[in-house]
C-alpha cells in the first residue's frame, strides 16, 4: 500500500490543458474556415448576381435603347439625363433607337412610355387615328389642379366646344383688330421704353424676362381683357405672373415622379406640392376677382342696352355662351379657359424669340439678312423713304402688310422654332390596341410621348446640317414655305393643330422686326444659355444682353445693301 502510495503519480494536467486547448483551437479554426468559406459563397453569388444584372442590363440596353435595372427599370438614367441636358439626351436616344423607344419605369411607377419623334409615327396619332390618342387621364390627372378642363388638357366634347369656339373668335376680324392694336401698343408704348431706358444707363438686360412680360401682358388681355401691367418701367414684380410661373414649374414635375408620390405630397401638404397649391391659390384670386368684374361690367351693360362698348376678349365671349344644358358656363370652367389660353399664347412666343434672339447673335449673317429685308420693306413705302431713313428710327411703326412680307425673318423664326421648339416634348394616351407605321405595338392604356426637340435634329429627317441654324432651308425662290405639321411640330398637328398659329408668327414677327430695326442685341460674353425643365423651353438662366443702338446712316447702308440683290 504504502508502495502503491509512494508509486502513485497525478495525471498529467499541462497534458491534458495542452489537448483540450489544441481541440479548442482546431474547432474554431474549422469554425472559422466555414464562416470565410460561406462569405466567399455569399460574395461569389453577388458577384455572379451583379455580373448577370449587368449583363441583362446589357441587353436590354441594346434591345431598348436604354439599361433596364431590377426594380428600377431606366429610372437611374432618366436621373442622369434630367441633372444635364435632358433633351439633349433624349435626342441622343431617340436617334441611336431610329426614331421611336420604349421607356421602362421602376415596377412601382406610372412611368412606362413610349417615346417616338418619327414622323409618319406622329402623323398616325395626331390625324390619322386622331381619336385613338387623346390626351388621356393620366395627362389630366397629372395638370388637373392648375388647368382644369381647358383646352390644353380637355379632350372628347369638352375639347371640342371650346375649340369650335375659340377658332369662330380667332377668325372674326373685331378679335384680329384686338390682338394687332394690343400687340402694337406694348410694343410701343411698354417694351422700345424699357429697352432704350437699358440703353442710356449701358446696363444688360434680361431679353427673355423682358418678352415673357410683353407677351404676358398681351395674352392677358386677349384673354381676360385685364391688363397686368408686367411690362411697365421698373419691370414690377406681378403676384399673378409670379404664381402662373411657379404653378406651371412645379407642375411638370409630377411628370417625372410616380404619381403615388405626388398624390402622396399633395395629401400631407408638403415640397412641391405645397409650392404648388399656393401659386394656384394666386392664379385663382386674380381670375375670381377678373371674373367677378366682368359679369358686373356685363351686368350694367344688359341694363343700359349699350352694345357699342362690347368687349371682344375670349373670358366675354364664353361669358355670353350657353353649355349643352343651355346654362350659363361657371365660374370655375371660365377660369380654366382663360388659364389655358395664357399658357398657350404667353410661352411660345416669348420662349421662341429668346431663342431666336441667341442664334442671331451666334450667326450675324442672318442678322444681317433680316435688317436688309426690313429695310427693304419699309424703303417701299411711296414717297416716305427719305423722311423714314432721316428721322428717329424710333418713331417708325410696321404696317400689318410689311410684316406679312418678311419672308426671310418667318424663315429664321421657324428654324429658330425648329431647334428649339417652345413645348418640346407632348403627350397623348392609347385608347385601343394600336400598331405606329413603324411597326412599334401600342396596348391600350400605353403613354405616348412625342419627342418634339428632338424631331429637329434628326439627319433621317432634316438632313446633315440639321444641327446649322439655316433660315434658306425655309425659303424657295425667296418666298417662305411651311413643312409638313409632321415634320415640323412646333405648333402640333392635325385637329390639335395650334389655333393661335397666324397670330403667333404676327407677333414674334412684329417684336423681332421692331427690335432689330432699332437695336443690335449682343449676348453678354460666358453668359451660360441652358434649357430649363418645364412645360415650356424656358432659358435656365434667362439670356443676358445688351443693347446698342442703330443710327440711319447704318440703316441706309442696308437700304443700299438690299437695292443691290433685288
Known amino acids: 500500500m504504502h508502495h502503491n502510495l509512494i508509486s502513485y503519480q497525478p495525471p498529467n494536467t499541462m497534458n491534458l490543458t495542452s489537448s483540450s486547448s489544441h481541440q479548442n483551437l482546431t474547432g474554431n479554426f474549422v469554425s472559422h474556415r466555414l464562416l470565410l468559406l460561406h462569405d466567399i459563397q455569399i460574395l461569389e453569388l453577388l458577384l455572379a448576381l451583379s455580373v448577370f444584372i449587368t449583363i441583362h442590363s446589357l441587353r436590354q440596353k441594346k434591345r431598348y435603347g436604354l439599361p433596364v435595372w431590377p426594380v428600377l427599370g431606366m429610372l437611374p438614367s432618366l436621373v442622369s439625363g434630367i441633372n444635364g441636358n435632358m433633351y439633349e439626351w433624349l435626342t441622343h436616344v431617340i436617334c441611336r433607337q431610329n426614331g421611336t423607344f420604349l421607356f421602362r419605369g421602376p415596377w412601382f411607377s406610372s412611368l412606362n412610355c413610349v417615346v417616338t419623334a418619327d414622323p409618319l409615327n406622329l402623323e398616325h396619332l395626331l390625324k390619322s387615328k386622331f381619336s385613338n390618342f387623346p390626351k388621356g387621364p393620366f395627362f389630366r390627372d397629372t395638370v388637373r389642379d392648375l388647368l ?4 390644353f388638357s380637355a379632350d372628347d366634347e369638352t375639347w371640342l366646344r371650346q375649340r369650335k369656339t375659340a377658332s369662330l373668335e380667332f377668325h372674326s376680324a373685331k378679335f384680329r383688330q384686338l390682338t394687332t392694336d394690343s400687340l ?3 410694343v410701343h408704348s411698354r417694351l422700345l421704353p424699357v429697352l432704350e431706358n437699358s440703353v442710356r444707363k449701358s446696363v444688360s438686360i434680361d431679353l427673355q424676362d423682358i418678352l415673357l412680360r410683353l407677351t404676358f401682358d398681351n ?6 381683357g385685364a391688363d397686368p401691367g408686367c411690362l411697365r418701367l421698373g419691370l414690377p414684380e406681378i403676384p399673378f405672373a409670379k404664381a402662373f410661373e411657379d404653378a406651371t414649374e412645379a407642375t411638370v414635375l409630377r411628370f417625372v415622379s410616380p404619381t403615388c408620390v405626388w398624390k402622396t405630397l399633395r395629401f400631407l401638404d408638403l415640397g412641391n406640392e405645397r409650392k404648388l397649391k399656393r401659386s394656384i391659390k394666386g392664379v385663382d384670386e386674380f381670375a375670381e376677382e377678373v371674373i367677378r368684374t366682368r359679369k358686373k361690367e356685363l351686368s350694367l351693360q344688359s341694363d343700359h342696352h349699350d352694345m357699342n362698348t362690347q368687349r371682344s376678349d375670349l373670358l366675354t365671349v364664353f361669358m355670353q355662351l350657353k353649355d349643352e344644358k343651355g346654362e350659363a358656363f361657371s365660374d370655375k370652367f371660365l377660369r380654366d379657359i382663360c388659364v389655358n389660353f395664357i399658357l398657350a399664347g404667353r410661352d411660345t412666343s416669348s420662349v421662341a424669340l429668346s431663342w431666336f434672339f441667341w442664334l442671331l447673335d451666334k450667326n450675324p449673317t442672318a442678322e444681317d439678312k433680316i435688317l436688309e429685308e426690313i429695310c427693304r420693306i419699309v424703303g417701299e413705302r411711296s414717297g416716305e423713304e427719305e423722311l423714314i431713313f432721316k428721322t428717329r428710327n424710333d418713331e417708325l411703326v410696321f404696317k400689318a402688310e410689311e410684316i406679312k412680307k418678311m419672308n426671310y425673318l418667318q424663315a429664321a ?11 418640346p416634348v407632348d403627350h397623348k394616351e392609347v385608347v385601343e390596341d394600336d400598331i405606329f407605321p413603324d411597326g412599334t405595338v401600342v396596348k391600350k392604356g400605353t403613354k405616348v410621348i412625342y419627342a418634339i426637340y428632338a424631331m429637329g435634329r434628326m439627319e433621317a429627317i432634316w438632313g446633315k446640317d440639321c444641327k446649322e441654324f439655316k433660315p ?6 425667296g418666298r417662305f414655305i411651311s413643312e409638313s405639321a409632321y415634320k415640323f411640330t412646333a405648333f402640333n398637328g392635325g385637329p390639335r393643330l395650334c389655333l393661335g398659329k397666324d397670330f403667333a408668327y404676327y407677333q414674334m414677327k412684329f417684336a423681332a ?7 443690335h442685341v449682343k449676348v453678354v460674353e460666358d453668359h451660360p444659355v441652358l434649357p430649363k425643365l418645364a412645360l415650356t423651353m424656358y432659358m435656365k438662366h434667362g439670356l443676358k444682353v445688351n443693347l ?13 445693301a438690299s437695292k443691290v440683290f433685288e
Open 148 to 151: 382644369g378642363d381647358g383646352i
Open 184 to 186: 402694337l401698343e406694348l
Open 219 to 224: 395674352v392677358c388681355m386677349i384673354a381676360f
Open 413 to 423: 423664326l421657324s428654324e429658330a422654332l425648329r431647334l428649339y421648339p417652345s413645348v
Open 472 to 477: 434658306e432651308r425655309w425659303l424657295r425662290d
Open 513 to 519: 422686326a421692331s427690335i432689330i430695326y432699332r437695336y
Open 548 to 560: 446698342y443702338r442703330r443710327d440711319q446712316s447704318e440703316l441706309l447702308k442696308y437700304l443700299n
